[in-house]
């Protein structure tokens, strides 16, 4: 008789954002009139960029043809891919990171599930709390999380890093010493962002106790302010202690196309061991490469009319977390984030829970946000709104939610 992997048994309920999905599905259902706003998963709304459209179908038309069509990707990525992230992303920085260092995936999501494969079930994580679920969920199916507290929302074998208002949403260095450190800078869900010096601290503390840093570099493009790092490798000495993870998702709009990256320089060791070299074992053995039309579309990402075009769609998104951020204030809420990151982080009004927020929000104004419970329980008490809707959209639920 087969047996199932138990671990999954011990994961509290669904995923978040599927818990979500289900109550708008059931709220619509009864109330099929309501104009329902979602400000809640940090999805997208704006069109891909001409240049990625034109990049696309120029890359559709050549699959047409015998002569220019392409099969299977190279597993690690199309070489023009890589240079062009290796040479816009890290170089340009002054970033010591070259092209096959750079893995191409279908997106970061995947990225920093897979991730954890890769090291022993020995290792103990530390992650900030609240914290994107995705990092946890995935240790506990691989059951290198101990024991779940169902009252305190909290894994045995988890070291959790508390980032409240007292800290700035800026973890502090944990009393107990972790393997594997999740860090994710502007931070999902509180918006809030570490300086250069800050994130030097991390870096130099990891080489000095010989833990890895997986450092989530989703939000960068929507770094507004001088000294927030838009790499980890800003940091002297990341080369050997840091992975880092890169999305198209939220800096050119591919929620919907999938296209991502890990970067892990060579220097990273477990004895004589490389964690490159692991990576790409697994890559080459688990993954047949990110389509070739989609690498052609990240490609156009980093062309001169890409980068121009995306600007003007970041600071799209970035009017409408002012919108919130602004409006939020005016109504009296304690906001914070929305400067440096699409989100805005916020203290759910007159004691009430993140969920009970989130029905509140749902019933009373149509707008749909994040409970910040759901992603830790220091998130309890907050909510979460992206900047990702329409402009429009986003003006609306302000005025709902100022009328409440
Ligand atoms: C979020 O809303 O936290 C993200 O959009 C989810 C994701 O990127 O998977």
Not at 7 to 28: Q, R
Not at 40 to 56: K, R, Y
Not at 102 to 116: E, M, Y
Not at 169 to 193: A, H, M, W
Request: hydrophobic share 35%.
């Amino acid at each position: 008789m087969f047996k199932i992997n138990e671990n999954y048994l011990k994961l509290p309920g669904s995923y978040l954002f599927s818990t979500i999905g289900k109550k708008i599905a059931a709220y619509t259902q009864e109330h099929p009139e309501k104009k329902i706003i979602r400000l809640g998963i940090g999805d997208v709304t704006q069109p891909l960029a001409p240049a990625i459209i034109d990049s696309l179908h120029h890359a559709v038309d050549e699959m047409a043809n015998a002569e220019t069509f392409h099969g299977y990707a190279p597993d690690l990525g199309y070489e023009f891919l890589r240079n062009a992230i290796a040479e816009n992303d890290y170089r340009a920085r002054g970033c010591d990171i070259s092209s096959d260092e750079v893995f191409i995936s279908d997106g970061a999501k995947c990225d920093s599930g897979n991730i954890q494969e890769i090291f022993s079930i020995d290792n103990k994580i530390a992650v900030c709390d609240p914290v994107y679920p995705v990092y946890v969920d995935t240790n506990v199916m691989a059951g290198r999380t101990g024991v779940y507290d169902a009252n305190r929302g909290v894994w045995s074998d988890v070291i959790y890093m508390p980032c409240t208002a007292e800290n700035q949403f800026v973890p502090e260095i944990p009393k107990e010493v972790p393997d594997i450190i999740y860090l994710c800078f502007p931070n999902n869900p509180t918006g809030s962002t570490l300086t250069k010096e800050q994130l030097q601290e991390w870096v130099d503390y990891a080489n000095k106790v010989g833990a890895v840093i997986i450092y989530d570099a989703a939000y960068e493009a929507y770094i507004s302010e001088e000294n927030v790092p838009h790499t980890i490798y800003e940091c002297d000495g990341a080369r050997t202690c840091a992975i880092e993870l890169r999305s198209f998702s939220k800096n050119a709009g591919f929620t919907g196309v999938r296209l991502g990256a890990t970067i892990i320089p060579k220097e990273i060791k477990c004895g004589d061991v490389t964690l490159h070299s692991l990576w790409a074992r697994r890559h080459g053995t688990k993954y047949n490469g990110a389509p070739y039309i989609v690498q052609r579309a990240g490609e156009a990402v980093y062309s001169e009319e890409g980068k121009v075009q995306l600007k003007k769609q970041v600071d799209y998104y970035m009017k409408n977390a002012r919108v919130i951020y602004e409006g939020l204030k005016e109504a009296g809420y304690c906001v914070s984030g929305g400067i440096n990151a699409p989100y805005i982080w916020l203290k759910t009004p007159k004691e009430m829970s993140s969920w009970q927020f989130f029905d509140y929000l749902l019933e009373h104004a149509n707008v749909v946000g994040t409970p910040g419970s759901g992603f830790g329980p220091s998130g309890e008490g907050y909510f979460r709104l992206t900047a990702f809707g329409s402009y429009e959209n986003t003006v609306k639920a302000i005025e709902r939610i100022k009328k409440l």
